[in-house]
């Protein structure tokens, strides 16, 4: 049997050869496009046991193309299907069985599967040949070339176990953030320059990419030269995001980090946790706003760098220092500790890490699982609604709201967004006219 399927006799003959769980590779349009918005022209397909796989072409003009819907049809037949990057692959094909490799490598290796085959034309043609649709000009046998050695690099991790939470719940969500996309303006080229913009905006929608696989698990949404986590306020950058709906509606967490601390140890504020802190710190019933200001200053300074001796009175930082001693003496003696998102982190794969950068990790770990459990449930209570939640910057999820859903929904929304953590809420017709509410 040839590698390169075209005829539907040899796609019959090869959907029996085919088990209940294989390897799958799609090839696109051009690799540096967003997957929601590039062509399809290829899928390499292969089972796991075998070295040899075959691609099934769909729109390359070397080639007999196979009727894309078939051969999608047949894909969700599949039991388990084994892919790199199933949020990409979601964004392809939404099907429900596919397998993650890249977590598997992710949390035994804290790092990015190292992604970077090619072949000498891949690397000539996109040197020579920027074009959004590049892939099709690269000969189908290159392309089958790179599968081949991109499936012969992933085979040892299709027996490690996943990670079923992140698996199926945090990157699932991902993909439907990242595919309800944020509107644009006309003001958007003024402010905003992404590195080629039909990778990533189309019809003035543009599209995020959040990256899990980072040292702490905490997302990072940077694609395309757009940083949407570190949008400057005042610049102009904001006000070139627009809602869909009606307008804009940011639910923003307050004091996040000392109160998910505060769970974390076992402690419970009895006041505004900087409110609180002020009087510990200046001594006083009466906090001023300066006093105020000051403590959030002197709190983080805390958190962040260690514990103050002379502050180890207040149960509060007494936590902070046992729960952060316990945590270090693990990490140094057993070799790992396990942080909030079930997630092994290794003394090998943390070489320089240092006590305080440990608790660091450990709360932006607390945080991220928090989060994505919230985002999670906001998708569940929205799926059959206009309105969607459109960007999730670390303790803030924005909503592209409908005017029409207002009364129906808003309250709901508040309590699933406030959970156990109180929020202040904004509103405005664009991003950067949010104001509080």
Request: charged content about 25%; proline content about 5%.
């Amino acid at each position: 049997m040839f590698y390169l399927i075209e005829t539907n006799t040899q796609f019959n003959i090869l959907q029996s050869k085919i088990a209940k769980s294989c390897y799958i590779d799609y090839i696109y349009g051009n690799d540096n496009t967003h997957p929601a918005l590039t062509e399809i022209i290829g899928i390499y397909v292969s089972n796991l046991d075998e070295d040899k796989g075959y691609i099934l072409p769909l729109n390359h003009p070397e080639c007999i193309n196979l009727d894309r819907d078939q051969v999608m049809n047949w894909l969700g037949t599949i039991e388990q299907i084994h892919v790199l990057n199933k949020k990409a692959a979601l964004h392809a094909n939404p099907l429900k069985s596919y397998t993650d490799i890249q977590s598997k490598y992710y949390f035994t290796h804290n790092e990015p599967f190292p992604n970077e085959f090619t072949t000498q034309a891949h690397t000539w043609y996109y040197r020579k040949f920027p074009h959004i649709k590049v892939n099709k000009m690269i000969p189908i046998g290159k392309h089958y070339e790179r599968c081949q050695e991109r499936k012969r690099a992933v085979i040892p991790w299709f027996s490690f176990d996943v990670d079923t939470h992140f698996d199926k719940e945090i990157l699932p969500n991902l993909h439907l953030l990242e595919k309800n996309s944020l509107r644009i303006n006309d003001k958007f080229d003024e402010h905003l320059k992404p590195k080629c913009k039909k990778h990533s905006i189309k019809d003035n929608n543009i599209y995020g990419w959040y990256n899990p696989y980072t040292t702490t698990g905490r997302p990072v949404n940077n694609f395309n030269g757009i940083n949407f986590v570190g949008l400057k306020h005042g610049t102009g950058e904001r006000n070139c995001f627009v809602p869909k709906n009606d307008y804009f509606i940011e639910m923003d967490y307050d004091s996040f980090h000392p109160y998910l601390i505060a769970n974390m140890v076992g402690y419970k504020f009895k006041d505004y946790p900087y409110n609180e802190l002020a009087k510990i710190y200046f001594e006083t019933d009466n906090p001023t706003p300066s006093q105020y200001k000051e403590s959030k200053i002197l709190t983080f300074k805390q958190i962040y760098g260690g514990v103050n001796k002379k502050h180890l009175h207040h149960p509060f930082f007494k936590g902070i220092q046992d729960y952060t001693d316990k945590e270090w003496n693990k990490f140094q003696t057993e070799g790992y500790v396990i942080n909030s998102g079930g997630r092994k982190m290794k003394k090998e794969n943390y070489k320089e890490m240092t006590k305080a950068k440990l608790f660091n990790y450990l709360i932006q770990a607390k945080e991220t699982s928090q989060n994505l459990r919230t985002l999670s449930v906001i998708h569940k209570f929205l799926k059959d609604h206009k309105t969607k939640v459109v960007l999730y910057n670390y303790d803030a999820f924005v909503f592209d709201f409908c005017e029409d859903e207002y009364d129906v929904i808003f309250d709901i929304l508040k309590n699933i967004v406030m959970c156990d953590f109180p929020i202040s809420i904004k509103k405005g017709s664009h991003y950067g006219a949010l104001c509080k509410i």
